[in-house]
């Protein structure tokens, strides 16, 4: 969505778009310049090495613009607004503490109607006072605060080894945190990369640390007790951070090197605190009796993707805000099919607001949806046009449905051409597909608004 708006015409030029994703990408070089920048901010985190790779890796740019300079957009492009979540609030804290929004206009939480002006989210706060005012982020540090997956413990389940016989919680999750964030990075830092001699030693790294984790230890781990094996994946983590290291500093001398020496250096220790998405708390001793403590006592939040939650921003259209009429939703998560439609049902339900009425019978679908479901709202519910990216009209089977899903699976290298054109033929086919469906809920939603 990012890289869209970076195009002030884009809602008219899509080619533009999509042609940059094609392009010959920013080289490694100039994304670690933005970090060495960025490494001098007193909250740089994972996060700001998640947000410059993802950029210059995938999104093929360093989008250095500002959110808040889109107050005064293009108006026929649609109203951006991206979406977070708090992560301690979401481990530990109550709902209204988690769902975060960011427009042009304003920042904060959705829930409990507290924001700020966006070009103030990350500026210090007490008491609900500026203390210090700090330079807007950017849309590369923007990007990834919003784009960062991996800061939650989910995604080991894609890295977990088959030989594991223990639970993943505590240091053996830890253990599979970091290999993860470690594999995923090295293959959008390849992303920046065209030397071939460069991409082979990465390759070489990626197939150190894969060994290593899928090396069978499982008798081992069956004749130890529960705090011998803490300590001991306790080890096995930091020798995959030796192992970081010590390849690094094998390398031929060379600008690769440096590259690698500087990239590495300031990944080690965030890998080792864990740290993601810090940034300065306009909450910070708010005296407003609904601000949940695991905000207000924090000096700090954790911003991280709101996928964790809910991987569609249907939070931020609820209720009397924004008074939304129709909500048209792709739907092109990963995961069970349904899943954000009824996870947003049971959150709209926990916060009291509206919502059309969801069946548990369209779980019968699950494995084959339709390409097309309309939930029509009554009285102040929105209607949801529910329009699954792959579905019965190009799926021949559930076989063919759950091959699709996997290949578009979401942690993977970024997709060729073939792979971009395919995604966006067949987006573009659902659409025209249902176009009379689509247009008919656009006429009822349109009536219902003025018969209001």
């Known amino acids: ?77 649609p109203y951006p607004i991206y979406c977070a979540i708090e992560k301690h609030c979401f481990s530990n804290g109550p709902l209204g503490g988690k769902w975060f929004e960011v427009s042009p206009h304003e920042a904060g939480f959705t829930e409990l109607e507290l924001f700020v002006h966006t070009p103030l989210l990350g500026s210090k706060f007490q008491n609900g006072e500026l203390i210090e005012k700090k330079a807007e982020m950017d849309m590369v540090r923007l990007q990834g605060i919003l784009g960062c997956a991996l800061a939650h413990e989910e995604p080991v389940m894609e890295v977990l080894p088959p030989w594991l016989n223990v639970p993943v919680e505590g240091a053996v999750q830890e253990y599979l945190l970091m290999y993860s964030v470690l594999h995923h990075l090295i293959s959008l830092t390849s992303s920046s990369i065209k030397d071939p001699s460069a991409l082979r030693e990465l390759e070489t790294l990626q197939k150190t640390l894969h060994d290593k984790v899928n090396h069978d230890r499982s008798v081992l781990l069956e004749s130890l007790s529960p705090e011998e094996r803490t300590r001991l994946f306790q080890r096995w983590s930091l020798e995959l951070v030796e192992a970081v290291e010590s390849w690094s500093q094998s390398l031929e001398e060379g600008a690769f090197r440096t590259s690698i020496s500087f990239l590495t250096k300031q990944l080690v220790p965030l890998i080792l605190k864990w740290e993601w998405g810090t940034t300065s708390n306009f909450l910070y001793q708010f005296q407003n009796a609904s601000v949940p403590d695991c905000l207000q006592s924090k000096e700090q939040v954790h911003l991280i993707d709101a996928g964790l939650l809910i991987n569609m921003a249907y939070p ?18 990963a995961g069970n099919m349904f899943e954000t439609l009824t996870l947003a049902r049971d959150y709209a339900a926990e916060v009291n607001k509206p919502f059309p009425q969801i069946g548990d019978e369209i779980l019968e679908d699950r494995d084959w949806p339709k390409d097309c479901y309309v939930f029509q709202g009554k009285g102040k519910e929105p209607t949801i046009v529910y329009m699954p990216l792959f579905n019965r009209q190009n799926c021949r089977d559930a076989e063919e449905y759950q091959a699709r899903m996997k290949e578009f699976s979401t942690f993977q290298r970024p997709f060729s051409q073939e792979k971009v054109d395919f995604l966006l033929n067949t987006a573009k086919t659902n659409v025209k597909n249902n176009r009379e469906v689509l247009l008919r809920e656009i006429r009822r939603a349109a009536l219902r608004r003025a018969e209001a």
């Open 1 to 77: 969505m990012a890289s869209l708006y970076s195009d002030p015409q884009w809602s008219s030029n899509m080619d533009e778009a999509v042609s940059r994703l094609s392009g010959p990408g920013v080289q490694l070089e100039e994304a670690l310049a933005w970090l060495a920048e960025t490494s001098k901010e007193e909250h740089f985190s994972l996060s700001d090495i998640w947000g410059v790779l993802t950029s210059a890796g995938i999104m093929k740019q360093m989008d250095l613009r500002l959110l808040s300079e889109e107050a005064s957009r293009n108006a026929s492009n």
């Open 316 to 333: 931020s259209f609820l209720g009397d805000k924004r008074d939304i009429d129709l909500m048209i939703a792709p739907e092109s998560s």
